[in-house]
């Protein structure tokens, strides 16, 4: 069974990094699309960070120029890298991904269980 699983959240200072990480795991072909998103209290899930199969990547405007998605094929791994984070950022930040599970099958969507991501001032 397919699942995607979220690691690297935690508690840092405001100005402080974190990398988030979310590895597929099971059997899958490739990675059509992935994307970070994110839900603070009280509010709806939002998009941190998108990218597309061909590549093209769309950050949100409040994380824009502090965070950088990234994917690994070769370790079925996703990364969110977080800068200058401030407590605003505070959230459950939630990975998704659309995989192909064989060779010419149609994409799935995939998500995370969550990671924490508190900032402190």
């Known amino acids: 069974q397919v699942q995607l699983v979220e690691s690297g959240g935690g508690l840092v200072q405001a100005g402080g990094s974190l990398r988030l990480s979310c590895a597929a795991s099971?059997?899958?072909?490739?990675?059509?699309?992935m994307g970070w998103y994110r839900q603070a209290p009280g509010k709806q899930r939002e998009v941190v960070a998108v990218?597309?199969?061909?590549?093209?990547?769309n950050y949100a405007d409040s994380v824009k120029g502090r965070v950088t998605i990234s994917g690994d094929n070769a370790k079925n791994t996703m990364y969110l890298q977080m800068e200058s984070l401030q407590p605003e950022d505070t959230a459950v930040y939630y990975c998704?991904?659309?995989?192909?599970?064989?060779?010419?099958?149609?994409?799935?969507?995939?998500w995370g269980q969550g990671t924490q991501v508190t900032v402190s001032s």
């Open positions: 099971g059997s899958i072909f490739s990675f059509n699309g």
């Open positions: 990218k597309a199969s061909g590549g093209r990547i």
């Open positions: 998704r991904a659309l995989l192909v599970l064989a060779a010419n099958g149609p994409s799935y969507s995939y």
